[in-house]
């Protein structure tokens, strides 16, 4: 009797132990939602995308020669655009990959969507800047460590507004410029 009673003791432990992890990660992850509302929606964000933690490059993309307002640059079928990094500065906000103290690993980030909404000009005479303008999405997903209660998996979209400068065309090519990707709050 006095096994059976340590037995569903443990069992309550264990039970409580996987419940604070969950909230743990459910914690977690909402600070980093909120994180990266702050930096979409300030002045800070620009320059705060990169393709890599490992080799700190901006994000970059491909644009076409030709774009329509509406166009989607990431229809279904075609590859979204996978950032390694989001900062603020030099702080790392989120890293693709990276596990959280509470076991919640980063296994999705990436710019599901971008429509295009047309030229954007920033600045005040002489000093302006041209941008393609998108509507995007940024999707977060996390994954639990084994034995945690609740989804398994959790996701978030985050809307941004996206702009980017083309800079020189790819290899000589003038059908699409590589395109360095800016962020600006609406």
């Known amino acids: 009797m006095l096994g059976s009673l340590a037995m569903a003791f443990v069992s309550f432990l264990n039970l409580a132990n996987k419940g604070q992890k969950n909230v743990q990660n459910s914690v977690d992850f909402d600070i980093l939602k909120t994180s990266l509302n702050l930096v979409f929606n300030t ?5 705060s995308l990169f393709s890599a933690a490992s080799s700190p490059t ?18 279904a079928g075609v590859p979204k655009l996978k950032i390694g990094e989001v900062r603020h500065g030099s702080t790392p906000i989120v890293t693709l990959g990276k596990t959280l103290p509470g076991g919640l690993k980063i296994e ?11 030229v954007q000009v920033l600045g005040s005479n002489p000093l302006t800047d ?3 303008a998108f509507s995007s999405v940024v999707m977060m997903e996390g994954k639990k460590q084994e034995g ?7 996701k978030t979209q985050i809307s941004v507004r996206l702009l980017a400068q083309a800079g020189s065309p790819n290899q000589g090519e003038s059908k699409s410029a590589e395109a360095i990707v800016k962020l600006f709050h609406s």
């Open 43 to 47: 002045k800070a964000c620009d320059g």
């Open 58 to 75: 901006m994000l970059s993309f491909s644009i076409p020669s030709t774009l329509n307002v509406g166009q989607n640059l990431f229809p």
């Open 108 to 118: 999705q980030l990436e710019i599901i969507e971008a429509i295009y909404d047309g």
């Open 130 to 132: 041209t941008y393609h």
């Open 148 to 154: 945690s209660l609740g989804a398994k998996v959790l």
